[in-house]
Structure formats: C-alpha cells, structure tokens
C-alpha cells in the first residue's frame, strides 16, 4: 500500500516511501513491537481517501507496558542518572534531526493529515524542531530557590531551606490531529527537558509523523523507556488518562474529550493539563489598516483549513465597514488554491477525515437553514476526497450553532458591531476562550480591547502570533494550565520543599 501520486504533485522522497511501504510498530521500552492482540489500523490520505499503511492498535494492556517501561526508565538506570547538560544535549539533537529531515517530516504530515507539505515542513516541521531546542535550553536552567524561613513556633532554632524542582514522573501525552508532530513536539520537548519519562498517543487520524519521530529520539541518544509511542484509538487514551501509575496527563484536543481525561484522572489524582477547543473572537475596527486585517482575518479562520483551535471564526467587524470588508474577505477566500497537500500550489487541503467532512458540511447545511447568507463557499470542493470551499456566513445571529459551536473547518461567522456600543461583551459571549484577534491603529483601544478579552493569546494586527517563548492555553473552558514558554516547565515539574535543621 502506497499513496497515489497525481499529475502535478510532488515525487515521494525514498524515506517516505520506504516508512509507508514497511510493516509499522510502535516503540515500547526501546523495542519495536506489534499490539499485544496483533490489532491493527488503516490511515488514509485525506486527498483521495486511499489507504496509507496500516499501524498497530494500541489497547490497554499495550499502554500498560508501555506505563510500565515509563516506570522503570523513570526510577532507575540511564536516565535518572543523567545530567541537564546531557537531556539539553539529546533534545538539540532531536531539533537538528528534524530540520535535517523537514521534508521528509512534510511529506508524511501532509499525507496523513491533508495539510500541504510545503506548509508542513515550514510550519509545523520547522516550529517543532525549533521547540525542542527552545527546552534543551531549559534543561540546564531549572532551579529551586533558598528560602529565608522564621519558624515562629521554633524559637532559637538555625535553619536552611530550600526547594528543589523535580520532574513529575511517568507522563501520558495524548494529542490531536491538526497539527500531529508540532502537539506533540509541545508536550514531549518540556516534560524531557525537566526528566520524565513518556507515553504519547498520537491520534487515530495521524499516527505516522509519530512514529518516525520515536526513530529520531532513538537516534538522537534517549535511553529505552523514556519515549513511548503507543498508536490506537480514543480508547487507549482513556486507558492511558485512567492509568494509576501515569503521574500526569497533558492532552490537547476536544472539550468533550477533556472532560473525560479529567474523570479518568479521578483515580490516583493525576496532575492534568489540557488545551481544548475554542470559538474565538476576530476584531476589526474601522481604523484598521484594511488591506493587513483582511489577510490577516482570512489567515485568522482559513489557516490549516480552520482545523486550529485558535481560529478567529466569530469575525466583529464595525458597522461602518462590516459589508466592504466581508465582501473583500470572501473574495480573498474564494481565490485560495484548493488542493492535494502533496501539489506544490496548494494553499488548502482537504479535511482530516470522513468524520470532519460530515461534521463541517453538517454546519454549512446547518448555517443555510438558520437563515445565513454565504458570501462565498457554503458547499463541498469536489467530488473526491474531504475538500471543502472556504466559507464567510453573514446575516447570522449569535444564537445559530455556526456562532456558538466549533466547526474545526473554514467556515467563519461575520457579525457588525457599533464601536460606541463596545464589542467585549459579544466577543466574550461564548464557553470557550483561547484566543483573540484585534485590528486597530488605535494603541490605547488596542491595549483595552485587549485587557477585555476574556482569551489566553491576544493577537493585536495580526493573528496566530505564536511563539514558542510565549504562554499559550485557554480561559474558561478552552482548557487547564499554559503550555509554551516557562510555563511548560512548570507543568512537568513538582516542587519538593526541604528544611533543615542546622
Ligand atoms: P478528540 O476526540 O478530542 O481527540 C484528541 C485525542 O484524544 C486523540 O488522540 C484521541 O484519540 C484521544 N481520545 C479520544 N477519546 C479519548 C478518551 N476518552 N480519553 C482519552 N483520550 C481520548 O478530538 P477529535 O475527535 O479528533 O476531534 C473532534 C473535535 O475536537 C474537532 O471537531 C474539534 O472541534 C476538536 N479538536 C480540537 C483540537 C484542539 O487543538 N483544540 C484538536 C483536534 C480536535 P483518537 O484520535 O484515537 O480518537
Ligand atoms: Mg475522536
């Protein structure tokens, strides 16, 4: 089973090939293996909805050896006895790899998940290799702290105390479609960086970008057990969240989802972070520079097919520009170049999966019999593969589910708003809260607009200014704890707090 190249696309490279034509395993305590049940899955290329290759479908015994292996890598041998200097060393390692080997990364991210593998290997490829070395820098600069204690109730006494940051433990890492290698870059790169020990459970859609990566940190000198890599469905994640002896779980995915990892990690009362979904808030003020806040808008929704959590899908335009502005951001819409991720012109590809394509063309159906008006799209691209037209609802009112829910496809909902009014309160009309965009030449409406905002990112005149420095995570229910930046860190570390008697 191999992918099917069209007219137009770009050759294999010899290591995609060679990935997609051998049988696949996944990695447990150093070893590749098949499932303990011999089950396996297919992945499918988005485009034309061939079979990729088929992988091993993990259950919970698999992520039982796979905590196991975790276990004994995190108490004992190479790893627990390794200095910051040598993780920080094998995490350079991992980011030099994949920027070795961006393309090829690329081509396998495009494949499986759809997106174009230029964009892959720029973006996703490129971002991740960059996070990993961003955390090898952590791995030599994690300190405790000396703390000048009174001790009241020992009077006369001497002491030293200190405390000692420590790493959690065995982590469970369970990560979404959208952009498979870069979630998982996210999570892997801090939680070695402050020496856990993993389990990562790409999801059913993308596992490919996964498994080459477990072949990378065997390169890159990890001892065996410290990178698990066990690929199954939704239910070897609830195994993994539910386990009793994972420490902790970090997961970016749906709401829904979310809330069942935190039921599952009942039990043993896991530490959890989650990153979900979101619905967020584009602003566009009168004064804005038109022609930036319309590239910026349509990149703010139509980026990765709308398939981003932080996608800009409520767009508030101000009254006095709202149909000039619309009309400008359809038509820049309507001029994206639909395609297969693996032609070289192509801006947007098909959605992930059969499941994605009938939830989204459900919303668009959805839209129209509430009463919107598509300025452009409203329907599927095609009639192979999970394509669908970028599309920009007017007339909506903010009760219809193209408002309130995500759709996860490029689908945006335009509504006016009177500047004198305020846009707060219907921006932040909604559960979740992850992101924002702003477009003002204003500085001062910018800076408040941007304390009003009730999101974790907040993008002024642009939209996905990511960072790998900064912050990222959601208010409300957009999700628990920040990943990114400093923050990472303290996710995957514990405080340890030791006074001593002198
Ligand atoms: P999902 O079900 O939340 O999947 C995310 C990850 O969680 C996958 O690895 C999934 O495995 C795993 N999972 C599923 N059920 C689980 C359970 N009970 N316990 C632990 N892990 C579990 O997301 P999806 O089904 O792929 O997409 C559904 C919707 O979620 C999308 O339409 C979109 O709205 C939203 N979404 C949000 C993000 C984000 O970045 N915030 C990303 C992706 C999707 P399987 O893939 O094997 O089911
Ligand atoms: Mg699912």
Redesign the pocket.
Known sequence: MTATIEPGQVELLPGVRGFLSGSRKFLIGGQWVDAAAGETFETVDPANGQVLTEVPRGRAEDVDRAVRAARAAFDGGPWAEMKPNERERMLWRVGDILSERAEEFGQLEALDNGKSAGIASAVDVAWAADVFRYYAGWATKIEGSTVGVSMPFAPGGRFHAYTLREPVGVCGL??????PLL?ASWKLAPALAAGNTVIL??????PLTALLLGEVFEEAGFPPGVVNIVT???????????HDDVDK?A????????K??VD?ARGNLKKVSL????KSANVVFADADFETAVAGSVNAWLFNHG????AGTRMFVEDSIFDDFTAAVAEAASQVKIGPGLDPATQLGPL??Q??FD??TGYLAAGLADGARALTGGKRYGDTGYFVEPTVFVDVDPSFSIVR?????PVVAAMPFDASEGVAAAANDSIYG?AAGIWTKDLSRAHLTARQLKAGSVWVNQYNGFDTAMPFGGYKQ??WGRELGSAAIDLYTQTKAVNVAL
Request: charged share 15%; net charge negative; with cysteine.
């Open positions: 369970i990560v979404p479609w959208n952009f979630m459970k790409p999801a059913e859609q993308t199954g469905y939704g239910d070897a994640g609830a195994a993994l969240s539910a779980v997961f970016t995915g749906s709401t829904e989802v979310g069942k990892i599952a990153e979900l979904g979101g398939q981003c959590c932080v992930v999966s499941e994605q939830k989204v829910e995500e759709i996860f496809g992850l957009s999700g």
